[in-house]
Each structure stands twice: as C-alpha cells, then as structure tokens.
C-alpha cells in the first residue's frame, strides 16, 4: 500500500481486503480512494476502535452536504464489501444495511431528435460558445462524438487513456467500467479517422497513460463539472431549453445511442435473439433487464419493439404503465 499511508487500527486488514480484490483481477481504483477516506474516518474519530462497529459503520454512512445519491451509495457499497471480508476471515463487523443506500430519484430519459443532434454538433464544431481553455475546442467534438456514436458514459470516455486507444484497428478499451465490466468498442472508420487527427494534434508528444481527453494538463482529464456547464451553455446556443418535463443531459448521448439501435434493428429485421446481446455488451450491461430499463423508449416505439423483444425474452419486460414503472 505504497500509495496510501494507512493509520488506522483496521489497516492490516484493509491492506488484506486490497489485495484480495486485486487478486481477483480489479483494479478497484474509486474503491481504494474510499476505503483511505474511511480509514481516516477510523483513525481521526474512532482511534481506539479495533471492532468495525455500528457508530463506526452509521458514521460513514451519514450523508454529507450536497452530496449525491451516487457518492453516497458508492461509499456504502465499499465499506458493506469490507465488513463481509472481515466478516469472513471471522472478525466480527457491522455491515451497514441496504436500507441506508438513498433510492435515486427517478429521471425521464430524453431522446435528441436527428434536428436537435444537428444542431448541438453545429455549435460544438463551429466554436459557437464560450470556453475557459482553447484546448476546449479540440476536445469537443471528439469527446461528444464517443458519447452519441459509442454511447459511452461520461465516467468511460473521460477515463481513456492514449494507451486505450487503438488508432490502427479502431477499438476502444474500456476497463473498471460499472459493475467492474471491462469491454471493447469498435468504432466507425469515420470516427477512427477523427480520433486520428485530434491525436496527431493533442497527443504527438504524449506518454501512453496520458488521458486522451484533456484540455489543460494532460495528466488531468476533463473535469465533470466543467464539462457539465459547458454543455449547458451548448444546448443554449443550439436552441434546447431546460424545463422540469425536458431537462437533456450529457447521459442523455447514451439513451439516444441505444434507442436509435434498437430502431434500427427493427427497421432492418435483424434478428433480436442474436443483436440483443450484441447491444447489451456494447453498452457494457450486466443484465438484460438492464438494458431495457436503461433504453426506455419513448411510448410511440414500444408497440413495435416490444412485441420483438418480448419475443426472446417470453414478455419478460412489461409495457408503460404495468408493474415494472411502479
């Protein structure tokens, strides 16, 4: 554990679960930064404590200001995995509930028209916003590019590095992605070619863990936040506006990829049996169900997919308004 400096009574221990998660082939990269921050919990508020106790465990769990569902929830999960390690190797430790993850509030996908996807990639290529960093305009349309041609999330496409970024053949690596899924993504010959020139003017000098995606240091990817507002800023100028029924957001390239593939398989007859998988890979999903709950296609599509889905999946995925939106 040369990366982190371990002090608290639990650190033999967390050193063991580490290795243990990376023995098993994981990275757990977003996992070693929380267990630091819980050991510090430990070290700074429970020094005396030998026990991973319930105070301990309620401790960590509590929510922070402005924290998100997401922060919350990742936390939880990571002391939870160590808790039954500890548990496992018969140590007695509290495991923190299920109960104590919040229940993320529900969102309404939004699905860009072809117009409104014309017109947002309009304003990214022809620099018609503002930006902090010139770099910014390189970035742009490339990076949003990867979200709605490969429907990568936000997390995947900022987390590539050079190295997973093969110009030859034209496949994207992505490692440690949600549910630890590593997977491939072949690209179009169009967008290798894109990713071609953007790397011949961003990366000419660059080390292979250098991250492809950067607009000021290349040791640090496109911050979120920035990327967030700035986007904002895009769906402005392309004439999208923001409402409590309509609030598009960056994820939003995702739904859309999917959605259009899915269309796109019914238009062309492909059969379901074998692309349904192929889909559920790309987008890096666990499970089917997964995938139909993360398209959710809007009410004029689902007569007709639905019926072709449910067709390999024996009406395993109900329709809008049955028990699967409750």
């Known amino acids: 554990m040369k990366d982190y400096a371990l002090k608290s009574n639990f650190k033999d221990d967390i050193c063991n679960f580490l290795k243990l998660k990376h023995s098993l082939g994981y990275k757990y990269t977003l996992g070693k930064k929380l267990i630091k921050q819980f050991d510090n919990l430990c070290f700074s508020r429970f020094f005396n404590e030998t026990v991973l106790t319930k105070d301990i465990a309620l401790e960590w769990a509590t929510p922070r200001k402005n924290e998100s569902c997401s922060s919350v929830e990742n936390r939880i999960v990571v002391v939870r995995e160590?808790?039954?390690?500890?548990?496992?190797?018969?140590?007695q430790a509290f495991i923190i509930p299920t109960t104590y993850i919040p229940k993320k509030p529900k969102y309404k996908s939004y699905i860009y028209t072809n117009a409104e996807l014309k017109r947002i990639f309009d304003v990214i290529d022809n620099k018609k916003y503002g930006c902090y960093h010139k770099n910014t305009y390189m970035v742009?349309?490339?990076l949003f590019?990867?979200?709605?041609?490969?429907g990568l999330r936000i997390s995947e496409a900022l987390n590539l590095k050079v190295e997973n970024i093969d110009l030859v053949n034209g496949i994207i690596s992505i490692y440690e992605a949600k549910n630890n899924n590593d997977r491939l993504i072949v690209i179009s010959d169009e967008l290798k070619n894109i990713c071609i020139e953007y790397s011949a003017k961003m990366h000419s000098d660059?080390?292979?863990?250098?991250f492809f995606f950067y607009t000021k240091n290349k040791r640090i990817p496109v911050v979120q936040t920035t990327l967030r507002k700035s986007f904002r800023t895009i769906l402005n100028f392309a004439g999208i506006e923001k409402s409590k029924q309509n609030n598009p957001r960056i994820h939003d390239f995702r739904h859309t990829f999917a959605v259009n593939c899915l269309k796109n398989f019914v238009k062309e007859n492909k059969d379901l049996t074998a692309y349904l998988p192929i889909l559920k890979t790309y987008m890096g999903h666990s499970k089917f169900k997964s995938t139909e709950y993360y398209l959710k296609l809007t009410n004029d599509m689902y007569p007709d997919i639905l019926d072709k889905v449910n067709s390999y999946t024996n009406d395993a995925i109900p329709r809008i308004g049955g028990a699967y939106e409750k």
């Open 206 to 210: 660059s080390k292979k863990d250098d």
């Open 82 to 91: 160590f808790a039954k390690y500890l548990n496992n190797i018969e140590k």
């Open 145 to 150: 590019r990867f979200f709605y041609c490969c």
């Open 140 to 142: 742009f349309p490339v």
